[in-house]
Structures are given as structure tokens and as C-alpha cells.
DNA sequence: CCTAGGTTACGGACTAAGGC
DNA sequence: GCCTTAGTCCGTAACCTAGG
């Protein structure tokens, strides 16, 4: 694997061959992979934001976007070119902020997001992509109405990282570990070094791309507990559950995963909606969430 | 600095086992 | 039978991790 590297044999003769390792600079290029199927592909979008902060009133001052296709095994076929736009946020930015993405005051002075083409590209897609999904989702959809409501997937979380052998899930992170560096915290790197990620291999044989396609694909379940006596929230708490106080009626919540919906309505009817627990309702709602609904601002 | 979720750590209550 | 100790379990609090 590293043979044909400059340099490499000098190297081995300093340090054993295996007391080192190379990370290669990741390059994404546009066009045709040369890889995977030519028939029923799917159009899948990578995005990413970098915000003036992490505090609820923040705002994108940078948004990147990169559409890709893919075979119906998950394997990345064709890759479209960049497209990113600076955003002026009509205020100065935080000096941690100017340190971590390297983007000043000067670079967005009068610049914006080009609304119509952001929500375009968004909308061409069969499914929207992003490391740590909730969060690029809930920017986006206050910045673009026009955006709301797509099919969402999370390289962070709806891939099993842990168990295919990675340490830790930040970014830069899972991208070293697959063998490449990349120039961190501006969007069109951190676009690029997803792609890479979902392009990568997994001990399952499939790629980390069809890996959370099935993930996200799968609808959960979001519960809710309506008319569960007072006496029973710490037992709701305990469970998972939240107390969702803004909703009509007021109630308990909580998401539960495909396969364990039996078990949950199970533990409902004996827990909160037998008679000896004094429900004031006859028994829960059950609401299915797809990928259009998961990681959704604003969350019930 | 924020938000959500998942894991770890710990105090308190309880149980099982050993010494007398 | 009684007391002490070690191990277990449970509910809760604290911490950790992603994202800028």
C-alpha cells in the first residue's frame, strides 16, 4: 500500500514499518467514480453549515452543499460539483469562531446565501445528509423555509460507528481513521469528508452510505403517554420519556425504534393504562416518524 | 457558550454469606 | 439468631460527546 511513496524507505529504516502511519490530503473529485452500478440510483445531498455559535439565536454565516448518486447497494456512483455561499450575519464574530473556521468579518461583509439555488438543489434530492443532522437541519430550516420538511439522514448517528470498529464519532476524527486529513471546519471540507465517510467500507461488507440509508429509512415511533397519572411520571421519566408542556394536550413523549414498538405498548397498558393505574385517558398516542419528520427543529 | 442522548458513577437499600 | 461485610440493584446525578 505504500510502496511508490517518496521517501517511504528511509522512513522504514528509521522506524519500523508499522510505527507509522500516512494520512492522505482527501480530494473529492466531480464527475463519474468508476465504481458501483449504472441502474435505480438515488440522488442523495451532503450538507453542512458553519454558524457565528452554538447558542440558539445563532445564525449560518456558511452554507455548502454537494449532491452525489448512488447504486441501489450503496455505493457512491458520481459525484456533482460544490456549491457554497458566505452569509453576512449583520453582526461581528465571535473571536473562537474567526479561530475555528478561519472565516472573518471581511470574508462575509455584504455576502448572502443564494436562497432560490440553495433550496433547488436541496429539494433535487431524494435525501438531505449531515454530520450531526439535528443540527444542520434546524439551521437550515429556519434560514430556508422553502427546505422544510425533506428527508433527512445523519452520518453521525445513523451509522454504527463504534461497531465497525471506529473510535469516537467528530468528523475529523472517523476521517483520519479512514486514512485522510482535511482542512477542518470550513463547509466545503467538512461536505467532502462526509462523502468520504459514506464511501467508506464497513466490516459488514456494505458501505457506511447503505448502512444509514437503512437506518433512517426505518420509521420510529413517538409515544405519548396522554392522561398518565401525576403519580407515574418518575417511572415515565425513568423510561425515556419527556415532558412536553407547549403541546395540546400536555403529555409525556417518547421516540422508540421500529423494533421495539410491541414492547413499548406492552409496557404502556401495564404500566399507565392499567385500571389500577388511574389513567385519565383510555391509552396512548402512537405517531409514526420517518426521515421527514426525524431531526426536526422545535422538537414534538 | 446550547441541546439531546447516552454512559458512568455513586449513595442508599437490600440480600446473601460468614463468624460468633 | 444476630451482627458485620461484601456484593447487587436501583434511581439519580454527573459527565461526556456531537455540531459552530
Not at 458553519?50 to 449560518?60: A, C, H, N, R
Not at 452554507?63 to 441501489?72: C, I, M, N, W
Not at 420509521?219 to 425513568?238: H, K
Not at 401495564?270 to 385500571?275: D, E, I, N, P
Amino acid at each position: 500500500m505504500l510502496d511508490g511513496i517518496p521517501g517511504k524507505d528511509a522512513l522504514c529504516a528509521v522506524n519500523g514499518e508499522d510505527d507509522w502511519r500516512l494520512l492522505r490530503r482527501l480530494d473529492v473529485p466531480e464527475g463519474e467514480t468508476g465504481v458501483g452500478g449504472r441502474v435505480d440510483t438515488v440522488i442523495g445531498v451532503v450538507v453542512d453549515c458553519e454558524t457565528s455559535g452554538l447558542g440558539g439565536d445563532d445564525v449560518i454565516i456558511e452554507l455548502a452543499l454537494r449532491r452525489f448518486r448512488a447504486d441501489p447497494n450503496g455505493v457512491i456512483v458520481k459525484i456533482d460539483r460544490h456549491y457554497s455561499w458566505l452569509e453576512d450575519p449583520g453582526q461581528d464574530l465571535a473571536e473562537d469562531i474567526v479561530r475555528l473556521t478561519g472565516i472573518t468579518d471581511a470574508d462575509v461583509a455584504g455576502k448572502s446565501i443564494d436562497d432560490e439555488a440553495a433550496v433547488r438543489l436541496l429539494r433535487s434530492a431524494d435525501f438531505v445528509c449531515a454530520h450531526n443532522a439535528q443540527f444542520d437541519r434546524g439551521h437550515i430550516e429556519r434560514r430556508l423555509p422553502g427546505a422544510a420538511g425533506l428527508a433527512w439522514t445523519c452520518s453521525c448517528s445513523d451509522i454504527d460507528w463504534r461497531g465497525s470498529g471506529y473510535d469516537g464519532r467528530s468528523l475529523g476524527w472517523l476521517l483520519a481513521q479512514a486514512g485522510y486529513f482535511h482542512g477542518a471546519h470550513r463547509a466545503g471540507d467538512d461536505v467532502d469528508a462526509v462523502i468520504a465517510l459514506l464511501r467508506q467500507d464497513l466490516p459488514s461488507g456494505r458501505t457506511a452510505l447503505a448502512e444509514m440509508l437503512e437506518t433512517a429509512r426505518r420509521p420510529t415511533w413517538r409515544f405519548r403517554a396522554v392522561g398518565a397519572a401525576f403519580e407515574l411520571r418518575n417511572q415515565l421519566r425513568m423510561r425515556g420519556y419527556r415532558w412536553d408542556g407547549e403541546g395540546d394536550p400536555k403529555c409525556w413523549w417518547r421516540d422508540v425504534p421500529d423494533e421495539r414498538r410491541a414492547e413499548e405498548e406492552w409496557w404502556l397498558a401495564g404500566q399507565v393504562y392499567s385500571v389500577s393505574a388511574r389513567p385519565k385517558a383510555l391509552g396512548p398516542t402512537v405517531e409514526r416518524i420517518t426521515w421527514r419528520e426525524r431531526y426536526a427543529p422545535a422538537s414534538p
